[in-house]
């Protein structure tokens, strides 16, 4: 056909890529061995296609483990499509099956539909599949070629305008009052996404309704628009559910049309946000078919991976075996968040990480679920307790069989659980006793002793790992690691409970050595000591922030000695630790999708309305929260230059002198460390200001 001299370009369609889960394989596996045997009678099953897809990824069709239940509940926005399975019992059997005719039946029952109006009645008749299995169960190899039928015209279809974004076509009313339309009309139809829908519009309003109501909804018009819901994610071509469409149209109302628009509907959802003016719209002449004698030619068998016809074969000798299934499947949840929420997410460097957990108290157990959520594949803990009859309610890794016999080691007993709960993690546990300021070591040589293998084990496990989770009881406890940790620039998350407030936390994240033309807290040896953690500093970059340590003007004591029951536990709303556990995984995950990692500059309270740094949000130091009023905010604090733990005075001693100088700390009083820092002599310098301001405690007035 020409219009002005000019040939105008035929309709081409975007064929399916079958896309088959592990999981698929192992319930046909569990099918053929248990209920279908020798039987090679066809199999009704059911797949789904999306059309939120992000851009590049491939028009897919998507049989998943829930195939063989055509009743089972279809995930929102997927739209079903009931299809046949032809299992073989022998390769040879698959190789000589009947391609030709087994699409030539498909596609006749597709126009005994199309010419009936069974179609118009139920148009989910138009889109239906052919999957030809072959199962070697000795090797679990699995031959398959994938069929979507379609029926063809007689002469190619034409493109009167060529295809435009919904964008270019709609307002954005127009473009929301569809969306709202289109809501409405699953919510009538009582279904996850409706296939094909009829659409009339003005500049005010956008009205749509199912092909059962074509006649009365057009009424005579001699120009339509027909929506498809398209997988498609190309910007020039439609997605191949429209074919079967368009032979409906063209045999029951395509002499009576000049011409047909069509709008491919695409809804993406991303980073929270609905987006369909991706979606495309063009317009079309349909070719004559109402006088076609039989059915038309039908197509549709896949191409292979090297783009000629035939099968696929895929090898799973490796996963399919339960504990390698559970492995490919746990990442689900993970993978359907890139690919239709946050395409940008990188996983592997969040699966990849080696994760440190100090402590397997309350915070730790929920630090490691959350942690495997996200698929962190290498956890170990370190703890000195035992499993107590207090501890299963409120810590999600032990049992009240953990409690007896004076209770199992809680790092061991954690890891017995984790790899319960997932095989695939591999995890470790260590029974081991952090030195702290304030607890003398130097009892006897065997003490002392001992206090220097357990130092030298925490150095290995903090080389070893790439984030070193701070999680225990007491703030002293965190001091080694804080110091072991900034001396090998390893990532620190710190997570502390009050009874109803909490502070999770990154620690400054010192430069390496070989970049360090200063000492890491140079930048903060110019600031005023009165104004040290204040939260008025903005853009702080990673390396510049403190740590947990670096608000005190007081070092770490022993805080335990003398103290009640009450003083002596953490006690804290029961929620409280859940809720920190989870920010402070999270936490670490929005630092490893920052392209500088550690070094981010921190986000505070103030960026929570511009763009975040992240495909998952801001990267903050601190988030401190108040469960009373269900509030968090972010505050950020530059590195304090007389730190007890990240300063560069104590770094210094802590690397030249080793286990001598952490000896002098555990075992000399809290003056040890302020004498070192300077904290002393600051303390000297502000008694020494009040008293040349003359400030009299008992008469002043504040």
Not at 288 to 295: K, L, P, Y
Not at 602 to 616: K, Q, V, W
Request: hydrophobic letters at 40%; one cysteine or more.
């Amino acid at each position: 056909m020409e219009r002005a001299g000019v040939d105008l370009p035929a309709l081409q369609f975007a064929p399916f890529a079958s896309a088959l889960d592990a999981g698929f394989w192992h319930e046909l596996t569990r099918r053929k061995l248990n209920d279908y045997r020798l039987d090679e009678s066809p199999r009704n099953i059911k797949a789904y296609y999306y059309n939120g897809d992000p851009s590049g990824l491939p028009t897919r069709l998507t049989l998943e483990f829930s195939a063989f239940d055509v009743n089972a509940v279809t995930s929102p926005r997927c739209c079903p499509i009931f299809g046949t399975l032809y299992n073989t019992n022998t390769l040879q059997s698959f190789k000589s099956t009947d391609k030709k005719a087994l699409l030539d039946q498909v596609g006749n029952e597709i126009w005994k539909a199309i010419t009936s109006g069974r179609a118009i009645e139920d148009p989910s008749l138009l889109s239906t599949f052919l999957l030809l299995t072959y199962a070697d169960l000795k090797k679990y190899h699995f031959y398959y070629w994938f069929a979507f039928p379609a029926l063809c015209f007689p002469e190619p279809i034409v493109i009167v305008q060529p295809p435009v974004s919904l964008a270019d076509k709609f307002s954005t009313s127009q473009i929301q009052t569809l969306q709202e339309a289109y809501d409405e009309l699953c919510q009538k139809e009582e279904t996850t996404a409706v296939p094909y829908f009829l659409a009339k519009y003005t500049e005010d309003s956008v009205s749509l309704t199912t092909l059962r109501n074509w006649n009365e909804f057009f009424k005579g018009q001699t120009k339509v628009t027909v929506c498809v819901y398209d997988p498609c994610t190309l910007t020039q071509y439609p997605g191949w559910p429209l074919r079967n469409l368009l032979v409906l149209i063209a045999y029951n109302w395509g002499s009576f049309l000049d011409s047909l628009e069509v709008l491919c509907f695409r809804d993406r959802t991303l980073q929270g946000v609905r987006d369909t003016r991706h979606s495309i719209f063009f317009e079309i002449k349909l070719p004559q078919i109402a006088s076609v004698t039989g059915c038309p030619k039908c197509v549709g068998w896949e191409k292979n991976q090297k783009g000629g016809l035939g099968p696929r074969i895929v090898n799973l000798s490796e996963c399919m075996d339960p504990k390698r299934l559970a492995d490919s499947s746990v990442d689900l949840n993970l993978k359907l968040m890139r690919w239709r929420l946050v395409p940008t997410l990188d996983l592997d460097r969040v699966v990849t990480t080696r994760c440190l957990l100090l402590g397997a108290g309350t915070l730790g157990c929920n630090v490691a679920r959350t942690l495997m959520s996200w698929g962190v594949r290498q956890i170990t803990f370190v703890d000195n307790a035992n499993v107590s009859y207090s501890n299963p309610v409120r810590q999600s890794l032990y049992e009240f069989e953990d409690c007896l016999d004076g209770g199992k080691p809680k790092a061991l007993a954690a890891v017995e659980k984790l790899r319960k709960i997932f095989p695939g993690v591999k995890v470790e546990g260590y029974n081991l006793t952090i030195p702290m300021p304030g607890h003398p070591v130097n009892f006897s040589e065997v003490t002392m002793q001992q206090a220097q293998n357990d130092v030298e084990q925490l150095e290995k496990l903090i080389c070893s790992h790439d984030v070193i989770f701070l999680l225990m009881d007491t703030r002293e406890s965190r001091w080694l690691p804080t110091v072991i940790a900034a001396s090998q620039r390893k990532l620190v998350i710190n997570a502390a409970l009050g009874f109803d407030t909490f502070v999770v936390m990154r620690h400054g994240l010192k430069k390496p050595k070989q970049e360090c033309g200063e000492p890491a807290s140079a930048a903060a040896a110019s600031v005023p000591s009165s104004v040290m953690g204040s939260s008025l500093f903005c853009n702080i970059p990673g390396h510049k922030l403190g740590c947990y340590f670096c608000n005190d003007v007081v070092a770490p004591g022993d805080s335990t000695r003398d103290r009640t029951l009450d003083q002596q536990c953490t006690v804290s709303r029961p929620g409280l630790a859940m809720i920190a556990g989870a920010l402070a995984v999270e936490l670490m995950v929005s630092i490893l999708q920052h392209a500088e990692g550690g070094y981010a500059v921190a986000s505070s309270s103030d960026d929570r309305l511009n763009e975040p740094p992240t495909s998952l949000g801001l990267v903050p130091h601190q988030i401190r929260g108040f469960l009373s009023r269900f509030d968090n905010v972010l505050p950020a604090s530059l590195a304090f230059d007389k730190c007890t733990a990240c300063s560069s005075v104590v770094l210094d001693h802590f690397e030249k002198e080793g286990f001598q100088f952490l000896a002098n700390v555990f075992n000399s009083s809290h003056s040890f460390l302020e004498d070192l820092t300077g904290l002393t002599l600051l303390h000297q310098e502000t008694q020494a200001a009040e008293l040349c301001c003359g400030v009299d405690d008992d008469n002043a007035v504040f």
